[in-house]
Each structure stands twice: as C-alpha cells, then as structure tokens.
C-alpha cells in the first residue's frame, strides 16, 4: 500500500513538470550602426554595435521588410534596439571579433 501510496504522489509530482523544448536565443542590445540590403528582394544584414571601441560587433540577417526599415531609422536617428535571433547561443567575442548572431530574427525592439 505504502508503494502505490508513493507511486500515485510521484505520478502527481511529475505532472506539474511541463514536457517540451526550449529555444534558446541570442538577444543583443547596442546601437545600430549599418544596414546592408541586397537590391531586389534580398537579405538585409544589420550592424550592431554593444561596445564602444568597434565599429560593430554583432550582425544578423533578415529579409523582413518591416525589421529591414526599423534597422534603417535606428541608424538614421541613432536609436539603440535590441535584436533577438533564433541561434542555439551567442558565439563568445575572442579577440574582439565580429561575430554572427546567427538564426533568424525573431524579435526586433526599437528604442528612443
């Protein structure tokens, strides 16, 4: 009895637990510093720079519009924004490279 009693508390235990995936993101926030777009229909990659001894340190793709042209007046104005990509994990700087966000913007903030 003790051993069912246990079973159905541990059963009961783990149906709180939430089965499922995480994704795991990059989320970078600096100054938008280039936007680079392909004539045509093409990606845009967008520049960003969270230091303030480089020119940029981490770029993203998109093909967006939306993004695209809210990543055009963050330049324009020099607003900071905040990209969010879909990548495993940021890369780690080594050496003050220029680093790839990686996957696919997902979230794009735009602040004043």
């Given amino acids: 009895m003790k051993r069912i009693i246990i079973l159905a508390l541990a059963i009961a235990a783990l149906s709180f637990v939430v089965a499922g995936t995480a994704d795991a993101v ?3 926030l600096g100054e938008i510093v280039r936007v680079q777009t392909i ?4 990606a845009t990659t967008i520049f960003l720079r969270n230091t303030n ?3 940029f340190t981490w770029f993203a793709a998109t093909t967006d519009l939306k993004i695209a042209e809210m990543a055009a ?3 324009a104005n020099r607003n900071r924004a905040q990209i ?9 700087i080594v050496n003050g490279a220029n680093l790839p966000m990686g ?6 903030f735009l602040f004043p």
């Fill in 84 to 92: 969010v990509t879909s990548a495993a994990a940021c890369p780690a």
């Fill in 26 to 28: 990059c989320s970078q």
């Fill in 53 to 55: 001894i480089s020119n």
């Fill in 103 to 108: 996957g696919v913007i997902t979230t794009f």
């Fill in 39 to 42: 004539p045509g229909g093409g």
């Fill in 73 to 75: 007046a963050a330049v």
